[in-house]
């Protein structure tokens, strides 16, 4: 099973939205609605953001939305702020299998 | 509030088995709906989830590592325990544990534990 395939890197200036993308395959993204995304800062453990395509846990941002169209879901961060810079990890199940992307390194200009 | 903290050592040789506990605290390891699984990240790469398992034993497992892979649950300690064996250099990574709801996210994670192969 691959990894799913994400930008390495994205920016935006404070305010601004952004987008990060997640492309698996049918096998996987494509085949269910269970995609979860992640936030990481250095040093950190992941946390959190998304489930199950685009429900926030208690607590996370409204800033914070995910979707998915076909075979790609994606995390859409709104209103920027410099806190926000961190990488970003989607995940998905695949069938007794759980697969990751390889990770979004966010910027905030 | 649900706490999960790895332990473990933190060099193991070339060839041996890396074993490495959880131990959760803040909640019943024994909830139903609630797998508990490992998750590894090597220095400055991706995350690469290795297995899951539920209280009453049933586990999943990644099936690139599945032949090296071992997870086991001590319910009565509210543990549960990874061992990973014939460690190569490529093993070396943080190595982090995790709620899991079956099928779906995982949440919380522990803090990570970091285990180097070297002889």
């Known amino acids: 099973q691959s990894a799913l395939t994400q930008p390495a890197s994205v920016s935006g200036s404070p305010g601004q939205s952004i987008t990060i993308s997640c492309t698996g395959t049918?096998?996987?993204?494509?085949?269910?609605?269970?995609v979860s995304w992640y936030q990481q800062h250095p040093g950190k453990a992941p946390k959190l953001m998304i489930y199950?395509?685009?429900k926030r846990p208690s607590g996370v941002s409204n800033r914070f939305s995910g979707s998915k169209s076909g075979n790609t879901a994606s995390l859409t961060i709104s209103g920027l702020q410099a806190e926000d810079e961190a990488d970003y990890y989607c995940?998905?199940?695949?069938?007794?299998?759980?697969?990751f992307g390889g990770g979004t390194k966010l910027t905030v200009l | 509030q649900l706490q999960l903290q790895e332990s473990g050592p933190g060099l193991v040789k070339p060839s041996e088995t890396l074993s490495l506990t959880c131990t959760v605290s803040?909640?019943?390891?024994?909830?139903?709906?609630?797998?508990w699984g490992w998750i590894r990240q090597p220095p400055g790469k991706g995350l690469e989830w290795i297995g899951s398992?539920?209280?009453?034993?049933?586990?999943y497992y990644n099936p690139s590592l599945k032949s090296r892979v071992t997870i086991s649950v001590d319910t009565s300690k509210n543990q549960f325990s990874l061992k990973l064996s014939s460690v190569t250099a490529a093993d070396t990574a943080v190595y982090y544990c995790?709620?899991?709801?079956?099928?779906?996210?995982?949440?919380?994670w522990g803090q990570g534990t970091l285990v180097t192969v070297s002889s």
């Open positions: 995790a709620r899991h709801v079956e099928y779906d996210w995982f949440d919380p």
């Open positions: 803040g909640g019943s390891i024994s909830s139903s709906s609630y797998y």
């Open positions: 398992i539920y209280y009453s034993g049933s586990t």
């Open positions: 049918s096998s996987d993204v494509g085949s269910y609605n269970l």
């Open positions: 199950e395509g685009s």
């Open positions: 995940c998905s199940y695949a069938g007794s299998n759980w697969v």
